[in-house]
């Protein structure tokens, strides 16, 4: 048997400057999640302020597992879109902006 290392997860850094646009949209902002690590990552760096307004609007996630760790992490308008396609998570998030949730 021979191993074969494909990728490495690494961290990434976010700069405060996304943070910073995220913080200035006036249109509906929904969230997508596909990672339980990438979620984590990016709430460790997330401002508290836009913290909270995002977790007051609506998030898009790819599986069950996800649901209940954005759950857990306080957001309550959360869907769950048919897989984690990227067509698939468009569609949630647009339905969830026509139920009024952006």
Not at 30 to 38: C, D, K, P, R
Not at 76 to 85: L, P
């Amino acid at each position: 048997m021979v191993r074969a290392d494909v990728y490495r997860r690494e961290r990434v850094d976010i700069r405060r400057s996304r943070f910073a646009a995220l913080q200035r949209l006036a249109t509906p902002c929904v969230l997508l999640v596909t990672s339980g690590e990438a979620l984590a990552a990016f709430l460790d760096q997330v401002p508290a302020a836009l913290a909270l307004r995002l977790a007051a609007g609506p998030v898009v996630v790819s599986s069950e597992r996800l649901e209940v760790l954005v759950r857990e992490a306080g957001f309550a308008r959360v869907s769950r879109a048919a897989s984690a396609q990227p067509a698939d998570l468009l569609a949630a998030a647009a339905h969830a902006v026509d139920r009024g949730f952006g």
